[in-house]
C-alpha cells in the first residue's frame, strides 16, 4: 500500500511538472513568461498545493525546468523557483481558505523576482516599478486564473 502511495505522489508530482512545462512554453510563445512583464498561466497551478502535497515538488521541478528551457540565467532559475516554492508551501499551509491560499504565491513571487530583474538582469527601472509588474501578472495569473482553477477543482477535492 505504501507503495501505491508513493507512486501516486510520484505520478501527480510529474504530471503537475509537465503541465507547468508546458504551460510556461505556451505563455513564452506569447513573449509573457520572462521579462518585466510575466504573465505565465503555469502560475494558475500554484492552487494545487491546496488539494495535494505531491503539488508542491512538481510546481518547484516544474519551475526549474521550465526556466532552463526557455534560457534563464542561473540565478533566475535558482531564485524564480525559489519563489514559487515558498508561494507553494504556504498555499498548502492556507488550504483552507478558499481566497488566501491564492495569496502566498503572488507575495512570494512580488518580493522575490524583482530583485532577480534588477541585478541579475540589469533591466532599468527600479524594484518597486518591477514589484508592481510582476504583481499585476501574478495577481491575473495566480489570483483570477488560480481562483477559477480552484473553484473547478473544488467539485473534485474528493479524487485528490
Known amino acids: 500500500m505504501k507503495n501505491l502511495k508513493n507512486s501516486r505522489f510520484l505520478v501527480q508530482s510529474a504530471s503537475i511538472a509537465a503541465i507547468y512545462v508546458t504551460l510556461t512554453f505556451f505563455s513564452s510563445l506569447m513573449g509573457l ?21 505531491a503539488a508542491i515538488p ?8 521550465a526556466n532552463t528551457m526557455t534560457g534563464s540565467i542561473f540565478i533566475d532559475i535558482i531564485f524564480g523557483s525559489l519563489a514559487t516554492l515558498v508561494g507553494a508551501v504556504f498555499t498548502r499551509t492556507l488550504r483552507r481558505f478558499k481566497v488566501l491560499s491564492l495569496i502566498p504565491p503572488i507575495l512570494s513571487n512580488t518580493l522575490i523576482l524583482p530583485f532577480v530583474l534588477k541585478f541579475a538582469y540589469n533591466f532599468e527601472g527600479s524594484i ?8 499585476c501578472g501574478e495577481i491575473l495569473s495566480c489570483g483570477v486564473l488560480g481562483y477559477i482553477l480552484r473553484t473547478v477543482l473544488d467539485r473534485y477535492n474528493n479524487f485528490f
Open 33 to 53: 513568461s520572462s521579462g518585466i512583464v510575466q504573465l505565465r498561466l503555469s502560475e494558475a497551478l500554484c492552487v494545487l498545493p491546496a488539494f495535494t502535497p
Open 128 to 135: 518597486f516599478f518591477f514589484m508592481a509588474t510582476i504583481c
Open 58 to 65: 512538481g510546481l518547484f521541478v516544474g519551475c526549474i525546468l
